[in-house]
């Protein structure tokens, strides 16, 4: 119990600066002196007095939380800042429901991009500009930003940065202090939003629309402040500047943090993941593009590249964007893109899925066993950058292979049941579970995720939340060892 207390400590203190997060949003209602004002005054005193009161409570039992406090702090954070989150929008939004309002603040905190509103154009853009900020900070994770602070609290950070932090390489560190590693990461995340922000700019947009879609860019989530999405702008300019940025932001940032603290380009070189990411990702355009124009969907190969680019750059770094509906595609090619989404990201981005650097090792892993069955005495271990990659990471990467595509059988199954046909059910999981946002079908980039039942909602909800902790972090806390003393 003393445990829990300690970890509920935590865990006030992440919701009180969460809480001081909604006053960008009350600022610029203040300053368009709109009437929503009220909506951020009672969202921001409900959040603050939340997290001050658990903290008060549970300040004596504050102490350094242990591998397992880790764990529990981080599925706590990302299942109960979205009840905090709901607040803005069930306060304007009479006719939301919570299931709904629920759906929509996970998906911006785990930077998925699925959505259930419509008329977002007649939305206040305070508004909008929640939703946004949400997928900013859920990008980079708001846990990595809480690293960086609570150590001048007194609490230690590293096992919450450990739980967080994607891919198979949780012990790498940037910097002998996990804090300093949390402050770099978040300033060269904040400097490429701005300068994404300023590049939208310069290329039409207004200052506001700018600044959300940054967020959204670079934080890979995919919401925006108008129902057409970037078929609102019907621009090649800003389209270009969208693939550029989401390609980025599909890099993994201590890359981009080597990079900016070296000032050289060669830690690009060295990634393991970046080279082959930007690689099939251009070949899959390149495929995509020709069989669209081969198929006659689009007059000209110029046409067609535009925009197999810009959603298959958009799926594949699971922003979520679109700027046409490629749901109506040839079925081959929306689902090809879904395959991307799985596994293109690095890790240490704001993308989901797999990750780039799992998937060169289970191809690793497989060419190995093949060498194996051929020549039984041989010794060939797995390299990743001339480096020995250790059998036990390889067990774990199958391991999560595992449960990742058990995962989504499962839950497809669920959706199935519960009367959804089979390539919305399947394509939603697969959105959700990689945190890419829009599905197929009955959930597709033109649509939303309104239509689905209160049930088909929760399950989204929580397959979002189980891909944004990389499945482990947030089915440990469900095995019975993980309570024992």
């Not at 603050?48 to 903290?55: C, T, Y």
């Not at 995340?189 to 994404?196: D, E, F, K, V």
């Not at 879609?213 to 129902?227: K, M, N, P, V, Y």
């Not at 380009?265 to 593009?289: K, N, Q, W």
Request: overall charge positive; some cysteine.
């Amino acid at each position: 119990m003393n445990r829990l207390f300690a970890v509920l400590n935590v865990l006030g203190i992440v919701i009180l600066i969460f809480g001081f997060t909604m006053l960008a949003p009350l600022g610029l209602s203040l300053w368009l002196n709109n009437v929503v004002q009220i909506v951020y005054f009672k969202s921001a005193a409900i959040t603050i007095v939340s997290g001050l009161l658990m903290w008060l409570v549970t300040r004596s039992f504050k102490r350094e939380l242990k591998v397992r406090d880790g764990f529990l702090l981080v599925v706590l954070v990302w299942s109960v800042l979205p009840v905090f989150g709901t607040l803005p929008l069930l306060f304007h939004i009479p006719y939301l429901s919570f299931t709904k309002a629920y759906f929509e603040a996970t998906s911006g905190l785990t930077a998925s991009g699925g959505t259930v509103l419509t008329g977002l154009d007649l939305l206040p853009p305070s508004i909008n500009l929640w939703r946004t900020e949400m997928v900013w900070m859920g990008g980079m994770g708001l846990i990595v930003l809480a690293v960086a602070i609570l150590p001048l609290l007194g609490v230690g950070g590293r096992q919450m940065f450990k739980a967080e932090t994607p891919g198979p390489m949780k012990d790498t560190r940037l910097t002998p202090r996990i804090a300093e590693t949390a402050k770099g990461l978040w300033l060269v995340y904040a400097g490429i939003t701005l300068t994404c922000a300023i590049s939208y700019k310069l290329a039409g947009m207004t200052w506001l629309d700018s600044v959300m879609h940054a967020f959204t860019t670079i934080g890979l989530g995919g919401f925006s402040s108008h129902d057409a999405s970037f078929a609102h702008w019907d621009s090649p300019l800003i389209e270009s500047i969208a693939i550029l940025f989401m390609l980025v932001a599909g890099v993994n940032f201590a890359t981009h943090f080597l990079v900016w603290r070296e000032k050289s380009l060669s830690p690009y070189r060295y990634d393991p993941e970046a080279g082959l990411f930007i690689f099939i990702i251009l070949i899959s355009c390149l495929v995509l593009t020709i069989y669209l124009w081969g198929m006659g969907i689009y007059p000209d190969l110029l046409t067609a590249l535009r925009y197999v680019s810009f959603n298959a750059v958009s799926v594949a770094t699971t922003t979520g964007y679109s700027n046409t509906d490629y749901n109506l595609w040839p079925i081959f090619a929306p689902l090809c893109m879904l395959v991307l989404c799985c596994f293109c990201s690095s890790s240490g981005s704001t993308g989901g899925g797999v990750k780039m650097i799992r998937a060169q090792l289970l191809f690793k892993q497989v060419f190995r066993e093949m060498t194996v069955i051929m020549h039984p005495q041989a010794v060939s271990p797995v390299k990743l950058s001339n480096n020995v990659v250790p059998n036990q990471v390889i067990y774990a990467i199958l391991a999560f292979l595992s449960i990742y595509l058990a995962s989504i059988v499962s839950l497809t199954l669920i959706l199935t049941f519960s009367g959804l046909d089979i390539i919305t059910a399947f394509s939603t999981v697969v959105a959700c579970i990689n945190n890419l946002g829009p599905g197929l079908n009955q959930v597709g980039p033109a649509t939303t995720f309104a239509g689905l039942t209160d049930f088909q909602t929760w399950v989204c909800s929580f397959t979002m939340l189980l891909g944004r902790l990389e499945l482990f972090t947030l089915l440990v806390v469900f095995i019975p060892a993980f309570w024992r003393k």
